[in-house]
């Protein structure tokens, strides 16, 4: 009886090991089960829950798309047309009258705006750095100096026994009618390589222009009259012609090719 008990006593234990064994296991399938199903659930509904998803978020970016371009949309860069630096003068846009500039030296007595002079120098010294003898041959003009230019452009045409009109307008090409200059800004310089300093189109083909048109846009000057933009600037080709816009403008208009009147048409569309 006693052994009996005592084995009873046994058994007892052992079911009750037993009992918790399986409660144990049953326990472990069910936490197996649930983190199965909910896996299961993600994974089978995911690519129906990232297409709403999705679907919602083309819809509010579609929402956002037309509310931007209704409201407030964006250039692909800072550039302002009201910016200082970004100023359109040509035969179509005259400086205003009241148009005022701080100028500064840079060398040999040229004078630029003084917010451009730094840029300026900094890219004639990493020129000549390299080893080029890049010169400003012309910087700032004030209205008489430009009516001077011009007037003795018209001259050499008149000499041509061309009449006063067609004179003006050839003469139009090569300097600018006084009040639409880029010099008269402070803005704009032109430079040559000291061994060719003469102002026609085999300047390209000088190692400081090749350097110029490379490089000029990390210092924030474009080349202003490309050849194959003559119908948009009314000017004819100048490889020595160089207009600062800041580096950001600079690098855009180099990127995509355009012309200080083809990007201020871009940065219009955003006003
Ligand atoms: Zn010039």
Redesign the pocket.
């Known amino acids: 009886m006693i052994k009996n008990k005592s084995n009873m006593k046994q058994e007892k234990h052992i079911i009750d090991k037993k009992t918790i064994l399986l409660l144990f296991i049953l326990f472990l399938v069910l936490i197996t089960l649930t983190v199965y199903w909910k896996y299961d659930s993600i994974t089978t509904n995911s690519p129906v829950d990232t297409s709403a998803n999705s679907n919602t978020m083309q819809e509010k970016n579609e929402t956002n798309s037309i509310m931007v371009v209704e409201e407030n949309p964006k250039p692909e860069t800072n550039g302002k047309i009201t910016d200082w630096n970004l100023i359109l003068v040509n035969k179509n846009n005259k400086i205003p009258e009241n148009f005022n500039v701080e100028l500064e030296e840079v060398e040999d007595g040229h004078f630029v705006d003084k917010r451009i002079a730094e840029s300026l120098k900094l890219m004639l010294s990493d020129a000549r750095k390299e080893g080029l003898r890049p010169i400003i041959c012309?910087s700032y003009r004030t209205q008489e100096k430009q009516e001077k230019l011009y007037s003795d452009k018209v001259k050499e045409y008149l000499k041509l026994k061309y009449n006063q009109e067609q004179a003006e307008n050839l003469a139009s090409y090569w300097v600018?009618i006084p009040g639409t200059?880029?010099?008269q800004t402070g803005l704009?310089?032109?430079i040559v390589s000291s061994n060719y300093q003469i102002l026609d189109e085999e300047q390209e083909h000088t190692k400081e222009q090749q350097w110029l048109i490379d490089n000029s846009y990390k210092y924030g000057f474009v080349l202003?009259?490309p050849t194959e933009k003559k119908d948009l600037t009314m000017i004819n080709y100048?490889p020595?012609?160089?207009r600062y816009v800041g580096i950001e403008n600079a690098q855009y208009m180099k990127e995509k090719n355009i012309c200080l009147e083809e990007y201020i048409e871009y940065l219009r569309k955003f006003e």
Do not use: N, T
Request: glycine share 8%; no cysteine; hydrophobic share 30%.
């Open positions: 012309s600018a200059g880029e010099h704009a310089v032109d202003r009259y100048e020595w012609h160089y």
